[in-house]
Nanobody, 123 residues
């Protein structure tokens, strides 16, 4: 059974950091592209970053320099390190595995989703 479980969300003050995890079970991450998305209340889901099997990374412009996506195939887990967090980063964050990618774009439609983890940035 394919399963993705996100963790690591929570409440953090502006300027703080969080590290999100996306643990996979039922399959191995090695050969798949992995994307992190977020959705804030009343807003559309947006791509945060994705990483392909070779390790090459892409980021949304507003996350460059603040967020880092990584993968640990030995642990079958993907990560999203988020630094210098802002209130506008508040959202539910989801990982998606197995989507398609091209020209810096990641399409999650053929991938599998986790349940999401809430990130709240507030003083």
């Amino acid at each position: 059974q394919v399963q993705l479980v996100e963790s690591g969300g929570g409440l953090v003050q502006p300027g703080g950091s969080l590290r999100l995890s996306c643990a996979a079970s039922g399959f191995t991450l090695d050969y798949y592209a992995i994307g992190w998305f977020r959705q804030a209340p009343g807003k559309q889901r947006e791509l945060v970053a994705f990483i392909i099997s070779s390790g090459r990374r892409n980021y949304a412009d507003s996350m460059k320099g603040r967020f880092t996506i990584s993968r640990d195939n030995a642990k079958n887990t993907a990560f999203l390190q988020m630094n210098s967090l802002k209130p506008e980063d508040t959202a539910v964050y989801y990982c998606n595995v197995g989507g398609r990618y091209w020209s810096g774009t990641y399409d999650p439609d053929f991938g599998s989703w986790g349940q999401g983890t809430q990130v709240t940035v507030s003083s």
